[in-house]
Structure formats: C-alpha cells, structure tokens
C-alpha cells in the first residue's frame, strides 16, 4: 500500500467517522422531536400512559448525549482535526447539550400532563398549548434539517420563527394570569399550563440555538448573543 | 536552540495558553457570582438602579463565553491537546456555557427586581428569596473554587448542596401557591416570586453540572444523568 493510498484510506475513515456522529445527532434530534410530540399529545389526550412513557425514555436521550459526546472526544483526540471538521465536532457538542435540554423540558410536560390528567378538563382541551407545542416541534425539526443540509438560510429561518414562539408564549401567560385572578381555584391547574407553556418557550429558544451553531459551522462565526439583523447578514455573507 | 530546549518552550507556552483560559472561566465565574448576588440585593432592597446595572452587565457575561469558546477552539486547533489538557478544554467550553446561562437567570431575577420594586413588599421583605439566593451563590463559589484546585470531593459537595436547594425550592413554590388562593390581588407579585426562585432553583442545576464536568476532567469519567451515589464513588475512585 503506497502512502497515497493510505492517506485516502486514513481519510474516508475519517470521513466516515465525522459522518456517523453527524448521523447520531440527527438520530438524537428525531427522538427529541419525538418525545416533544408524545409530550404534547398526553397533555392534550389527558393521556397519562403516554406520559409515563416520555418520562422513562428521557433516559435514551441522557444516554445519546453521553456516547455522542465521548465520540466527539475521541475524534478530536484521534484525529486532531482542523477547520471546518473541528467546527463540526463543537458544533455537535453544543447542539447535543441543546437536544438533552429540551428532552428534559419535554419529560416536564410529561409530568405536567400527569397531573393534568387529574384535573377537571378546560373546554379548549388545551388547544393553546397544542399549538404551542406545534410550532415548537416544527422549529426544532426545521433547525435539525438545517444541521443535516448545512443550510444557514434555513437556520435563520428558525431564529425568525422563534419571535412568533415567545409572542404565542405571552399570550398564553397573560390569559393565564386572568384566569387565575378570576377563580383561585383555577390556581393549581393554571400553574401547570403556565409551565408547560415556558418549557415549550424554552424550547425554542434551544431550537435557535442550535441554527446559530450552523452559522458558526459553515461560516465559522459566532452569532450567539447578537441581533436577528446581524445573524441573517452572516447567513448570507 | 536544541530540540529540547524548544518542545520546553512550546510547552511552556501551551501550559500559559492552558493556565490563561483556565483564569479566564474564573474570571467568568466571578462575574456570574456578583451577578447573582446584586440580583439578589436588588430584589431584597427593591433597588431598581442596581437591578438595571445587573440586566445592562449581562452583556458582558455574554462576552466573555465568546471569547473563551474561542480561545479555545484556537487551543484545539493550534494544540490538539491529548488526554487531561483535552479534557480541561471540553470541560471549559462546557462550563462556560452553564456560566452564561446563570448569568441570564441572573438577568431575569433582576427583571423580578424592577416588577417587584413597584409592589408592595412583603413584611419578610423576600427574605426567602434571599436565603435561597445566597445558598445557590455559595453553590457556584463552591464549584468554581473546585474548578481551580482540581477538587472532586469539593465538586460532589455542591451537587449534595444542590438537594437542600430542591428542598427549599419546592417549600417556596408550595407557599406561594397558598397565597394565590387566599388573595387573587396577591397573583402577580407572587409568580415573580415563583419565578425568581425558579431562576435561583436552575442555578444551582447549572452548580451541579460545573461540578460533573470537573469530575470529567480530573477522572476521565462522564457522571452527568447518574445518581449522586455513583458520582460520590467515581470522586475517590
């Protein structure tokens, strides 16, 4: 074997390492994405089995964040690399500290919709919370699909889509605080919707975090506490 | 100029690069503890100046995160340090993430701090607040302290810190709940309240997570989503 030859050889496997951690994160985000929608539908459902199920398969998302960061490790250990691949492996990092976060907002709503499911049912079935989590679902989906294409145009997009997010999450909080002014009884059942409501809000602002890796990534700049102006200019630069 | 004499000066110069970004996450560190504390004794006092001085220096917590997350990604790439010095540089890009993020929380009690001030005070004058405030402050001083000196068995100190804090935590959130029934005029002093215990509560999570990744670096083992028994056991190890 010639040293042309090994070096390629050296390279596609390294190639094939860089692409299986990328393929563990995307794997990683459909599980999120996944609990996230279970989370939601248990809530909405009263559907406390369900529930049940999201909280013990949180465990699964812990322990991909686990094995993909030691496999990042190992990459840069081994393979010292440079550039843009080392831009991949921090970006991988972060965005899977991202995903195991809203995995774990996502077992709250599991816990919320148990204690829910106890209560006495609101007309709306918790229609603002579905839509809510709808779109946060999406935004996380989108930013994943952006990660998996590279695509910085698509990143700002979920950075853009989280303005709408936080104004939905407001409004769901301000008719909250009505209706806990109104009938103290509604006190308990009302807390429990308002933070279902901030762990899907929070939610979205780790989906935009992670579009703000991507920039990072592809364009290697660090638009993390910046204006939306600012990331969209970098996106296109 | 021998060999010798040069691989000694580069790696004097690599355990200055090492030392410099080590300094710098204390440094960080000791922002965010400031931080806490000034959102703390702006919300006791009702101090709104202080409290916008706590909001308008969040920038700079943010600033710092940019400049060490660079700092050391330059490391990795100039470097492409092995073993502990590898270990050091994933631990900070970790940790400075989680300082940040106290910082924001830091930023929203001031937030509370402003709502607050336009209230009126309780006769305990928030005192709750206060005494879980500065628990979660000793909880970072701790970890951080730990940080410095390389400390494992300091490090598993916070996270046992870390369950009288869920203790008081949730003894907060069952008080405050009781308010709101009695009085519904009570309902929105008391979710800034509940909020900014929540915003204290998450700190010391974030304490906890400094104090996992510094068993990481020193030991090599990953301790974060097991039991406190485990992490105990991979301490002395």
Request: some cysteine.
């Amino acid at each position: 074997m010639n040293k042309t030859s090994l070096s390629h050889h050296i390279s596609r496997q390294f190639n094939e390492e860089l692409e299986d951690v990328r393929n563990k994160v995307l794997a990683m985000g459909g599980l999120v994405e996944e609990q996230i929608e279970n989370a939601i539908t248990a809530l909405v459902n009263a559907d406390v089995e369900l529930a049940e199920r999201v909280i013990s398969r949180d465990y699964q998302v812990n322990a991909l964040e686990v094995a993909i960061d030691e496999e990042s490790v190992q990459v840069l250990a081994r393979r010292q690399p440079a550039a843009g691949d080392l831009r991949l492996i921090i970006a991988v990092i972060k965005t899977i500290t991202d995903l195991e976060r809203i995995g774990d907002q996502a077992e709250r709503i599991g816990r919320m919709a148990i204690h829910l499911a106890e209560m006495e049912r609101p007309k709306n079935q918790y229609s603002e919370l579905e839509h809510l989590g709808t779109q946060v679902r999406k935004m996380l989906h989108n930013a994943l699909d952006a990660f998996a294409r590279m695509d910085t145009e698509a990143a700002v997009a979920v950075a853009q889509e989280d303005i709408k997010v936080d104004a939905e999450y407001e409004a769901i909080m301000r008719q909250m605080i009505t209706f806990m002014m109104e009938d103290p009884r509604n006190v308990k059942r009302t807390l429990d919707v308002m933070w279902s409501a901030r762990a899907l809000e929070r939610m979205g602002d780790h989906a935009c975090n992670i579009s703000e890796y991507i920039i990072y990534l592809v364009k290697g700049k660090d638009v993390r506490h910046t204006s939306l102006e600012h990331m969209e200019k970098q996106a296109r630069d």
